[in-house]
């Protein structure tokens, strides 16, 4: 089946850095990815599509300069953070269109 | 905008004793998806739900989809510690892949 690998699976970066997570297909190819944001005890929330060779879309409320998406190719996509600040700590899943398979999340925390 | 509403939002239940989550929703939704997520990780495609009325089963868990594809339940008989964990209806928008989740029901099955 689908595969999608999504790393680191945890991270905790300093106020003011930038933090990169990348999401991977292992076994077919990704023209779309989606990324989500989930707080806890909370369900998903979509943040943005990301398509491969091209501009990410993002959904209302989401800063788009704050979180840079790239998807340069057809197995990766990558979502970075800029300029995290505590209140962007939360958990993001990455998932790709293709049978709907979601990686396993990125727990950020920004001290 | 395509909303979904679990309900009940929290659910805690002794092992042995059956229990129905509901999704609604007051759109129309040409498929929908349940999802079962663990603590620290991604959810997890459960089953696919496309015809109105439909019914799957998948061990002890049931699925129906609404004769109006706007409201889906899940039953699971005889609940086991093993099935705690955060269950997720999503529905995709139309005309495109993008997955609109519920609001989310907190299981979980005291031994």
């Known amino acids: 089946g689908a595969v999608v690998s999504q790393h680191p699976s945890w991270v905790i970066c300093k106020s003011g850095t930038s933090v990169k997570i990348e999401c991977r297909s292992l076994?077919?190819?990704?023209?779309?990815m989606f990324w989500y944001r989930q707080f806890p005890k909370q369900s998903l929330m979509l943040m943005a599509t990301?398509?491969?060779?091209?501009?990410?879309?993002?959904e209302q409320g989401v800063e788009k300069d704050k979180f840079l998406i790239n998807h340069a190719s057809l197995t990766l996509s990558t979502l970075t953070v800029t300029s995290a600040h505590p209140e962007d700590s939360s958990f993001y899943i990455c998932?790709?269109?293709?049978?709907?398979?979601f990686g396993s999340g990125t727990r950020l925390t920004v001290v | 905008t395509q909303l979904l509403e679990q309900s009940p939002q929290f659910l805690s239940i002794q092992e042995g004793e059956n229990l129905t989550v509901y999704c609604n929703s007051s759109?129309?939704?040409?498929?929908l998806q349940w999802y079962r997520q663990e603590p620290g990780e991604g959810p997890v495609l459960l089953v696919t739900?496309?015809?109105?009325?439909e019914v799957k089963k998948l061990k002890r868990l049931t699925f129906q989809f609404g004769d109006a594809r706007k409201d889906s339940s899940l039953h699971i008989t005889a609940a086991q510690p093993g099935d705690t964990g955060l269950y997720l209806c999503?529905?995709?928008?139309?005309?495109?892949?993008?997955?609109?989740f519920g609001t989310g029901t907190r299981l979980t099955i005291i031994p």
């Open positions: 990301s398509n491969e060779g091209s501009k990410a879309t993002y």
């Open positions: 999503a529905g995709p928008s139309f005309g495109n892949e993008k997955l609109t």
């Open positions: 739900v496309v015809t109105g009325g």
């Open positions: 998932s790709a269109s293709y049978g709907y398979t």
């Open positions: 759109s129309v939704f040409s498929s």
């Open positions: 076994d077919f190819q990704a023209t779309t």
